[in-house]
């Protein structure tokens, strides 16, 4: 019995994990190609350094991307992510809606509307819209509680 409800324990948080589409080196092995095509590129700008941003192919990452580039500024929020609001909604009509952020991840929270960029892994939560990932530069985001940054289209 204690081996079933392990193995189902597992299967769980694996289902988990993937609900945001992400992946991080401690969750599971990136696979070979970690992009899809129709993604988008973007760079988050922080006092001139230069993080790389996927967006996926999604309405809300869709419109996000559509309005590049944006200045926002950020602040830190319980210790676990870096906040800022939009000065317009993201469309979010059939959007997907719940995920289990990992450290990195980008999303909406859909009650207030504002991005969120999680700098430690957190808990499923069914009001996150998942719409991308800091590809690296997370210790920047992190150093800071604080920050105006500019997210635009990758050259």
Request: net charge negative; proline share 6%.
């Amino acid at each position: 019995m204690k081996k079933l409800l392990l193995l189902l324990s597992a299967a769980l948080t694996a289902l988990a994990v993937s609900a945001c589409g992400a992946s991080s080196p401690a969750a599971q092995p990136a696979p070979q190609n970690t992009t899809a095509a129709d993604d988008h590129k973007a760079v988050l700008v922080i006092d001139g350094s230069r993080l790389p941003v996927t967006l996926r192919n999604e309405p809300s990452a869709n419109d996000l991307y559509s309005r590049l580039p944006v200045t926002l500024s950020f602040k830190d929020f319980s210790g676990m992510e870096k906040i800022a609001y939009f000065d317009k909604r993201l469309d979010e009509k059939g959007q997907k809606v719940g995920c289990h952020p990992l450290a990195g991840d980008l999303c909406v929270y859909q009650p207030w509307g504002n991005l969120s960029i999680f700098y430690v892994d957190f808990k499923d939560d069914r009001n996150l819209i998942p719409i991308g990932r800091l590809e690296s530069g997370l210790d920047i985001v992190k150093a800071h509680d604080s920050f105006t940054a500019t997210l635009e289209k990758a050259e």
